[in-house]
């Protein structure tokens, strides 16, 4: 046998057009507060996006902004504008953590080719109803299109506890 296993189980892989630096700069125009122009350039229409929390698993709401949405436009009316109207300036500053990309395979279910984006974020603000800080980690999964560079499905895990503190009373 003279090939390695991992060389005899491993897909053969063409190179990411998602780089570190996009992550980087798709969280400065999510600071920016210009999430219409996130979603028109870099989530594909029809995109598949799971916000959940550990313990939601896929159908599951513990969050009020828990949940599957299949556009951006969802994510903003659904999601992101209920979070942001809880913080002073409607504004959450990101910082990344971690980021790691996968090159790309081929999807069987789509015959497209995507890539991965995992990153790790921590959010912070300042909260509107008693100006405390505020403060949620989150795990983001994205697979894109290689040919549109687009992401076409989303899973954004989430501190319940926190999210749920910026929406009590």
Do not use: C
């Not at 210009?34 to 799971?50: H, P, T």
């Not at 599957?68 to 009316?77: D, L, M, T």
Request: net charge negative; glycine share 6%; no cysteine.
């Amino acid at each position: 046998m003279s090939q390695s296993l991992s060389t005899q189980i491993t897909p053969s892989l063409k190179p990411s057009p998602i780089s570190v630096e996009d992550v980087r700069s798709w969280t400065k125009v999510m600071e920016g507060g210009n999430w219409s122009k996130l979603m028109q350039d870099s989530v594909d229409a029809k995109v598949e996006w799971m916000h959940i929390s550990p313990a939601d698993g896929p159908l599951g709401k513990t969050t009020p902004v828990s949940g599957v949405y299949n556009s951006g436009e969802e994510v903003i009316e659904q999601a992101l504008r209920p979070i942001l109207a809880q913080f002073v300036d409607s504004h959450i500053k990101f910082e990344i953590l971690d980021v790691f990309i996968q090159p790309s395979e081929m999807n069987d279910a789509s015959e497209r080719h995507l890539t991965k984006a995992v990153f790790e974020m921590k959010g912070s603000a300042i909260m509107k109803k008693n100006g405390k800080g505020w403060n949620n980690y989150y795990v983001n999964v994205m697979h894109f299109d290689n040919t549109t560079k687009k992401a076409v499905k989303v899973r954004v895990y989430q501190d319940s506890a926190a999210m749920n503190m910026a929406f009590e009373d």
